[in-house]
């Protein structure tokens, strides 16, 4: 497919040109990335949820791996971008099941592989619609490449991976306190609870002492799990109560003695110094328990309802639960008092459900020793984590690690290759045959039949943590002995890697201890941390809240690029964008800009005339101008800091180019532009769109393709394009510039004040240090018919200064010397007010011995600069009331 394009649209229209070129991107194989002798540049994604639509998120994460791959491509590196999808173990079950209630269906009716067809079925329809929506974006992936975590060779390398932890001793099963999620009905991990401050209720309850009549007080906010109390625990050192040793107490309601503890865990300042001891409720009261050889009393169930060992209120809500017993508490005169109190309660990050902490049988990985290198490789800088403000998370993070909970109690995703014999052990093998050759070597008599494997698969976490290395070779996830295949050998260990600070810890820090244990190398260099996209208010976005725009709409009413530039301009890594639709319009018409100067250049009427004097003179200024900004750029890249790039190229191309080159080259109407300056500035005009395509590939795009059509060859595109290099450059020339622009804004604001028409020439003189190689810009840009140095002032002239030197412009009679003696003498008495003020300032010891050493320059650059204006301005007031008289 070629793209010839002969007429240029008076507006840029994205809607007609994105979808277009993204067909010709694919059609041409421009995204693919082999194994060759170029050094190789790689990012994985982070897979997003099959479940999931293109949200602000996704857009700036994937923007941002764009931006550096297509960037990465023009310095001639063979770039691969790996795209993905994650399975989402717990979202997608949930959406799978609400499915089949619509249906009519009940998961608990259907077999495992009913369910399952069912759940492939939905993946099949739904999974591949956000990196559909991805390709809107302008994502330069290799689709070719396109993973999924549940593909059979990347199931195959999570099960392989638990077999070769398990035989080495890291993974284990038990019974353990786990986060419980009863809308899910499975543990999730510590990482998956959200901790939130909600107002509560603290319920203060007596129980009665046996053999007294007296009692002890204790606070709760969880009065429904006292049917599984087994003990009330006291601080040793709390006085009030030491006449409690070796008493029992009554559990209210159902009459049941628990002895009465003593252990220093219990602070003697919360509620009345008594704690209610629950190990099946309570993570704390769990480990009090095993302190003290506790029975573990579990009165909740799967469902979150009291069972049958509650005894009361069985097959009731949690919640429900405690409306009821509270009022029955009262009734029977166990209800003290209640106060109101804000409690810190964990939530299900996937279902927004109330997390039970639980005793459940569990599978583990043991994380104490696996995970010290993955926090070596951070502390030692062989992976920078931009900003670095977040290393000192994840130092907590990796030396307070826990036992990784890698079950779920789920049907969706790798199902753990445990295998039950009828006396309750278990073998772990990868298929039913081999665990029945090892359960043959314990039990003579037993039939394959016999076998049973876990219902239970592994925690999602547990496939994702292998995506670096399963996306290339799935044969090296629990074989480090493996050498790999070219693929991996080539790409692996990758550079960037993109995400979010939440998945830190769940994500990236396990990928870095996969990485080590099966390659010996961390999988890759640097992690970029985006911040949160929030709305103008400052909240994060969600449905809920209805502050979260439809992405796909804003790219069809913005275009790709704009949506891309309104977000990037505003997104330093890891600080959070206050996102308004103004960015995006900010985006969108920078696009405009850049069309609009594209125009302008095309419709020139070029001809072999000389080049005059300021047209080589811009071209001078604009090379060296342009070699500094691109020299700002690379380092930006190399630190990171995409954001600022981006804006030194904005500027470049709006402020430098636009506002000074082109009106400095632009021919007088009607008038041809000589062959020379139209040639230099294509050039000048194509490496900007190479600057600028990393950032906004379509449009960019679009234009070098126009640019270049008279290339017949197919295949050609600006991605495929080395980018320009910083080249020397004179600072100097740059230099001069920055005062030529001071000088004309000076020269249009006195025709401005003066009502001094643009079109009427006037004279310039300058009285200083001022390189005089540049008037012919002045000239052009300011309509001066003159530009001289001269040696003392000219009199009934208006001046200005810029740095050292000053500037006449003889006014004659073009101006009323009354009113401009009126404002002179107004301005004099406002920078005399001014100086005045500063003065008090410096004159005042201890504002000079106290302030900061800046701030105190700051003001002495004030006084000098004022008294620099106020004697111009005397010198000017004399000067017009001598030529008044």
């Not at 040793?236 to 409690?244: F, H, I, K, L, V």
């Not at 010891?845 to 004697?871: G, H, L, M, T, W």
Request: aromatic share 10%; hydrophobic share 40%; glycine share 4%.
């Amino acid at each position: 497919m070629s793209i010839v394009l002969m007429n240029i649209a008076a507006k840029y229209n994205p809607v007609e040109v994105e979808d277009r070129l993204y067909a010709y991107w694919l059609e041409n194989g421009f995204f693919n990335s082999d194994p060759d002798e170029r050094e190789p540049y790689t990012i994985v994604i982070p897979p997003p949820n099959v479940t999931g639509v293109l949200h602000m998120g996704h857009m700036l994460n994937n923007t941002i791996q764009d931006v550096l791959v297509r960037r990465a491509r023009m310095l001639g590196k063979n770039a691969c971008w790996v795209p993905g999808t994650d399975h989402a173990s717990i979202a997608t079950e949930a959406k799978v099941v609400a499915k089949l209630r619509e249906q009519g269906i009940s998961k608990d009716k259907l077999s495992r592989d009913e369910f399952l067809k069912h759940a492939w079925e939905w993946k099949e329809k739904h999974g591949g619609i956000i990196l559909e929506q991805l390709k809107k974006l302008g994502a330069s992936c290799d689709w070719r490449r396109t993973r999924f975590t549940m593909d059979e060779k990347l199931s195959e390398a999570v099960i392989d991976t638990f077999l070769y932890l398990y035989n080495k001793g890291l993974i284990y099963r038990g019974v353990r306190m786990v986060n419980w999620d009863p809308a899910s009905k499975t543990a999730v991990s510590d990482e998956e609870v959200i901790h939130k401050d909600v107002n509560s209720t603290l319920y203060y309850l007596s129980y009665p002492i046996v053999g007294e009549n007296t009692s002890l007080t204790i606070a709760t906010t969880r009065p429904e799990t006292i049917m599984a109390d087994v003990a009330i625990c006291i601080n040793p050192n709390d006085e009030r109560y030491s006449q409690m040793k070796g008493k029992k107490a009554l559990i209210p309601l159902i009459n049941k003695e628990i002895p009465v503890i003593f252990d220093e865990y219990v602070s003697m300042d919360f509620g009345t110094g008594c704690l209610k001891v629950t190990p099946a409720h309570d993570i704390n009261d769990y480990t009090l328990g095993i302190k003290y050889k506790l029975p573990v009393i579990d009165i909740i169930d799967n469902d979150g309802r009291l069972n049958e060992k509650a005894q009361i209120l069985v097959g009731e809500d949690r919640f429900d639960a405690r409306r009821k017993i509270v009022k029955m508490l009262d009734a029977a005169g166990f209800l003290v008092k209640t106060e109101d109190y804000k409690s810190s309660v964990g939530f299900s990050e996937r279902t927004d459900a109330v997390i039970e902490p639980k005793l459940s049988m569990q599978w583990f990985l043991k994380m104490e020793e696996i995970s010290k290198p993955a926090l070596n490789y951070v502390l030692d800088g062989d992976i920078k984590l931009i900003p670095d403000k977040f290393k000192n998370t994840y130092k907590y993070w990796m030396e307070n690690v826990r036992d990784w909970c890698i079950s779920r109690q789920l049907w969706w995703g790798q199902r753990i290759p445990a295998w039950y014999l009828p006396d309750g052990n278990f073998v772990v093998a990868k298929t039913v045959d081999e665990a029945f050759t090892l359960a043959q070597k314990k039990y003579k008599n037993i039939n394959i039949s016999d076998l049973h494997q876990d219902e239970d698969v592994v925690d999602t976490w547990f496939s994702s943590w292998l995506w670096s290395l399963s996306v290339f070779d799935p044969s090296v996830c629990g074989h480090p002995e493996n050498k790999g295949n070219a693929d991996l050998n080539y790409y692996y260990p990758t550079n960037d890697l993109v995400t979010a600070p939440e998945i830190l810890f769940f994500w990236v820090a396990r990928m870095i201890i996969a990485g080590h244990e099966f390659r010996g190398k961390a999988p890759f260099s640097n992690v970029y941390l985006t911040g949160i996209v929030r709305d103008k208010e400052g909240r994060k976005m969600s449905k809920s809240l209805g502050n979260s725009p439809d992405l796909l709409e804003l790219i069809k009413q913005y275009g790709a690029d704009g949506v891309r530039i309104g977000m990037l301009l505003c997104s330093a890594a890891g600080n959070d964008i206050l996102y308004d639709n103004s960015q995006v319009e900010q985006g969108r018409n920078f696009c405009n800009k850049i069309w609009n100067a594209f125009r302008l250049i095309k419709y020139w009427n070029a001809e072999q005339i000389p080049q005059p004097d300021y047209a080589s003179k811009a071209i001078e200024w604009f090379n060296a101008k342009f070699n500094k900004t691109l020299k700002d750029i690379y380092d930006n890249f190399d630190k990171y800091r995409i954001s600022e790039a981006l804006m030194d190229a904005y500027k470049l191309f709006w402020d430098d180019f636009c506002a000074y080159y082109l009106e400095i080259i632009k021919p007088a109407y009607g008038s041809p532009v000589d062959k020379s300056t139209y040639d230099e500035t294509l050039k000048i005009f194509e490496n900007l769109l190479k600057i600028l395509h990393p950032f906004m590939p379509f449009i960019t795009e679009e234009i070098w393709l126009i640019l270049n059509n008279d290339r017949k060859e197919e295949g050609k595109t600006i991605m495929l394009t080395l980018q320009p290099k910083p080249c020397d450059f004179d600072e100097k020339i740059v230099e001069i510039f920055e005062q030529i622009k001071e000088i004309i804004i000076n020269v249009r604001a006195l025709r401005q004040n003066k009502n001094i028409s643009p079109k009427q020439s006037l004279e310039l003189f300058v009285k200083g240090n001022f390189d005089l190689s540049f008037a012919s810009i002045l000239m052009k840009l300011a309509n001066l018919s003159k530009v001289e140095k001269i040696e003392t002032d000219i009199e009934n002239a208006s001046t200005f200064r810029v740095r050292t030197n000053e500037y006449y412009i003889p006014l004659g009679n073009k101006i009323n010397i009354d009113e401009e003696l009126n404002k002179l003498e107004n301005e004099l008495e406002y920078a005399k007010g001014f100086l005045s003020v500063v003065n008090k300032k410096l004159n005042n010891d201890k504002f000079v011995n106290s302030a900061p050493s800046n701030v105190v320059e700051s003001e002495r650059k004030k006084q000098s600069d004022a008294e620099s204006k106020i004697k111009i301005l005397e010198e000017n007031i004399a000067r017009l009331q001598a030529n008044n008289m």
